[in-house]
């Protein structure tokens, strides 16, 4: 983990090159492409065909849809005690989204102009389920709820063959959220099923869920038929603290984020050269006790950096610069810092608020944006499931009132025929 003395001052053009954000949403491969375009063209036979070739599974329009049963059946095998942790899980997490639900309005601008705000769910949404390692019953519940507490009427979930048999506390999370419409595919060839609809899957509105590379870059390619959560980019942690805080609980957070994968991100922040050494070591000493050491170690060696400031001041200066997916704030006085953090993901305040706590627990979501989209984009939440649609009531008065101005202003762009169509209720 590099060490990068900015007590000088903070060099931005410096920090951007250390950092070297990876492109998120880069172009998908040919071999992407050429499955989404052939599920789209062919539906059931190409996604069966790529199911069997890539998961070696024979599924067919009699076995693709997982039933109710099975899911039980699956749940069933989960761990009573994590079970029970999940259920105060997801009730943590929907009272936190049902506080985002938005409400439809209305104003009244005089002679008869009624002016609003119309807010409906979406109708179908897509839940993409990996299989493997990262079959998290975390994922499951970030995406689905929010949807859940939008009002959106179908919630249909994709998930690779064999993946809820391997992972039952997924399935534990699926028969607790009753979710149970869920298809037994995986891959860019489920990404493509749930965009364009095929015999036996429906076509949706949306795609929220993590997966792999063919996952993301198929998610990509179908932008735009469909809506999604987000372009995906590798975990990210900025950790601002100072000497008050133990030097191996700063090393933890930072390898809790780096064990996600080799391209995760993780920045000690802090003004204190002897902190910045002993989070050094306090890691070198961790990595040893992880089971995925070797993919913490590499992300640590390759993306890891403590940055040495001059103060609290210039922390937050170079947090908002960063835009980081989370941002922790282990301080013994952290409001100040903290209340000036506007470009993250989510912001952990004090030492006892781990990012651990909001990826399982908390309430907020953990589906986060990342590689400094930050700046511009927010967490996946309610919002994220409704749409706004504008309602516009004007009367014949109201026309009379303002239709010359409308009139004058269609003509002074060219458009004649918009201010015939006004012309002909006035005249």
């Given at each position: 983990m590099r060490i990068v003395d900015l007590t000088a001052g903070l060099d931005f053009g410096?920090?951007?090159?250390?950092?070297?954000?990876?492109?998120?949403?880069?172009?998908?491969?040919?071999?992407?492409a050429d499955i989404?375009?052939?599920v789209r063209?062919?539906?059931?036979?190409?996604?069966?065909?790529?199911?069997?070739?890539?998961?070696?599974?024979?599924?067919d329009?009699?076995?693709?849809?997982v039933s109710r049963d099975e899911i039980r059946s699956h749940a069933a095998a989960a761990d009573d005690e994590l079970v029970a942790i999940l259920k105060v899980a997801i009730?943590?997490?929907r009272q936190f989204h049902e506080e985002q639900r938005q409400e439809p309005w209305e104003i009244y601008g005089g002679d008869g102009v009624h002016l609003g705000q119309r807010i409906t769910p979406m109708g179908r949404v897509g839940l993409y389920i990996p299989g493997g390692r990262a079959a998290y019953p975390s994922s499951v519940i970030m995406n689905a709820i929010p949807a859940q507490v939008?009002?959106?009427?179908?919630?249909?979930?994709?998930?690779?063959?064999?993946?809820l048999e391997d992972n039952p506390l997924v399935s534990a999370a699926l028969d607790l959220l009753e979710l149970d419409e869920v298809y037994r595919i995986g891959g860019a060839q489920a990404i493509a099923a749930l965009a364009f609809g095929t015999e036996s899957i429906p076509g949706v509105d949306k795609i929220v869920g993590p997966g792999n590379t063919y996952v993301q870059g198929a998610k990509r390619l179908v932008f735009g038929r469909v809506h999604i959560d987000m372009f995906a980019g590798p975990s990210?942690?900025?950790?601002?603290?100072?000497?008050?805080?133990?030097?191996?609980?700063?090393?933890?957070d930072l390898l809790a984020q780096a064990e996600h994968d080799e391209t995760a991100r993780v920045w000690l922040i802090c003004w204190s050269d002897e902190l910045a050494a002993a989070v050094f070591d306090q890691v070198q000493v961790q990595l040893e006790s992880l089971d995925r050491d070797a993919i913490a170690r590499m992300a640590v060696a390759n993306n890891g950096i403590s940055f040495v400031l001059g103060g609290p001041a210039d922390a937050v200066r170079l947090v908002n610069h960063i835009a980081p997916e989370h941002v922790e704030v282990l301080m013994a006085e952290p409001d100040a810092v903290a209340d000036g953090v506007v470009n993250a993901g989510a912001v952990f305040v004090g030492r006892y608020s781990p990012t651990a706590v909001g990826d399982y627990f908390a309430g907020?979501?953990?589906?986060?944006?990342?590689?400094?989209?930050?700046?511009?984009?927010?967490?996946?939440?309610?919002?994220?499931?409704?749409?706004?649609?504008?309602?516009?009531?004007?009367s014949g008065r109201a026309i009379e009132q303002s239709g010359a101005m409308i009139e004058k202003f269609a003509t002074a762009e060219g458009l004649t025929g918009h201010a015939r169509s006004i012309a002909i209720r006035r005249h």
């Amino acid at each position: 983990m590099r060490i990068v003395d900015l007590t000088a001052g903070l060099d931005f053009g410096m920090v951007d090159k250390l950092i070297d954000t990876p492109e998120v949403g880069t172009s998908p491969s040919a071999s992407i492409a050429d499955i989404v375009d052939d599920v789209r063209r062919r539906g059931d036979a190409a996604l069966f065909e790529y199911t069997r070739k890539f998961d070696g599974v024979p599924v067919d329009s009699r076995n693709v849809r997982v039933s109710r049963d099975e899911i039980r059946s699956h749940a069933a095998a989960a761990d009573d005690e994590l079970v029970a942790i999940l259920k105060v899980a997801i009730s943590n997490i929907r009272q936190f989204h049902e506080e985002q639900r938005q409400e439809p309005w209305e104003i009244y601008g005089g002679d008869g102009v009624h002016l609003g705000q119309r807010i409906t769910p979406m109708g179908r949404v897509g839940l993409y389920i990996p299989g493997g390692r990262a079959a998290y019953p975390s994922s499951v519940i970030m995406n689905a709820i929010p949807a859940q507490v939008a009002g959106v009427g179908r919630i249909v979930a994709a998930t690779p063959p064999r993946a809820l048999e391997d992972n039952p506390l997924v399935s534990a999370a699926l028969d607790l959220l009753e979710l149970d419409e869920v298809y037994r595919i995986g891959g860019a060839q489920a990404i493509a099923a749930l965009a364009f609809g095929t015999e036996s899957i429906p076509g949706v509105d949306k795609i929220v869920g993590p997966g792999n590379t063919y996952v993301q870059g198929a998610k990509r390619l179908v932008f735009g038929r469909v809506h999604i959560d987000m372009f995906a980019g590798p975990s990210e942690v900025a950790v601002v603290a100072d000497e008050t805080c133990d030097p191996a609980w700063i090393a933890a957070d930072l390898l809790a984020q780096a064990e996600h994968d080799e391209t995760a991100r993780v920045w000690l922040i802090c003004w204190s050269d002897e902190l910045a050494a002993a989070v050094f070591d306090q890691v070198q000493v961790q990595l040893e006790s992880l089971d995925r050491d070797a993919i913490a170690r590499m992300a640590v060696a390759n993306n890891g950096i403590s940055f040495v400031l001059g103060g609290p001041a210039d922390a937050v200066r170079l947090v908002n610069h960063i835009a980081p997916e989370h941002v922790e704030v282990l301080m013994a006085e952290p409001d100040a810092v903290a209340d000036g953090v506007v470009n993250a993901g989510a912001v952990f305040v004090g030492r006892y608020s781990p990012t651990a706590v909001g990826d399982y627990f908390a309430g907020p979501n953990h589906v986060l944006p990342t590689a400094r989209t930050a700046r511009f984009f927010s967490p996946l939440g309610v919002y994220d499931f409704q749409k706004r649609t504008s309602v516009v009531r004007y009367s014949g008065r109201a026309i009379e009132q303002s239709g010359a101005m409308i009139e004058k202003f269609a003509t002074a762009e060219g458009l004649t025929g918009h201010a015939r169509s006004i012309a002909i209720r006035r005249h």
